[in-house]
């Protein structure tokens, strides 16, 4: 019985697939026919969910939506929002995996408001990451922010090139939100 090394790279959302890989009858079995396996699985699988790859090198994904997950309003209706948002960006946070190159995309109806590249070399999670509008926005708007593979890597958005990232099917984007623009006026001029 060998474990690929893929079976390490799986990130968070899938720890718990893995633990519930050995089931509690299996393990059962495992331990009445065949001990010397149940500890190998347990020490390997203990590397895997710690994070702890078998290579030191584990393969790159070219993808441009390596990992991502959909991006939410960060901080929106807490306390803290008036701190963080203001008229002239959209704040988001998401989450994605080595090499990944994105372009998040943020609109009202089909209208674009905004676009703001990132890019890294090491899995991240993203808290704040502003978009800046074309625009500023008073009163209340209907927005959504959509998350792009970068195709072409050239941290611009192409319609006819980059595609929205997906995950299962689904794109990865915010849900429509009506956020009323106006109660950051404030912070527009200190956010600038």
Wanted: glycine share 6%; aromatic share 8%; proline share 5%.
């Amino acid at each position: 019985m060998a474990i690929s090394e893929e079976r390490c790279l799986v990130d968070s959302k899938n720890d718990l697939t893995l633990q519930k890989a050995l089931t509690q009858s299996y393990q059962l079995y495992l331990m009445r026919s065949h001990p010397s396996i149940l500890v190998v699985l347990v020490v390997v699988f203990a590397g895997c969910l710690s994070g702890v790859p078998f290579s030191s090198n584990p393969p790159m994904s070219s993808e441009a939506c390596n990992g991502a997950t959909s991006p939410a309003f960060y901080a929106l209706g807490t306390q803290v929002e008036k701190n963080i948002w203001d008229t002239k960006s959209v704040v988001v946070g998401f989450e994605l995996g080595d090499n990944a190159d994105i372009l998040l995309v943020a609109y009202e109806n089909e209208s674009r408001l905004g676009i703001q590249p990132y890019n890294n070399t090491q899995a991240v999670a993203v808290d704040g990451l502003r978009i800046p509008l074309s625009h500023q926005l008073t009163g209340n708007h209907t927005v959504r922010v959509v998350m792009y593979g970068d195709t072409n890597e050239n941290g611009k958005y192409d319609p006819d090139v980059d595609t929205p990232c997906q995950h299962d099917g689904t794109i990865l984007q915010t849900e429509n939100r009506t956020i009323n623009f106006s109660r950051f006026t404030a912070n527009s001029t200190t956010n600038a």
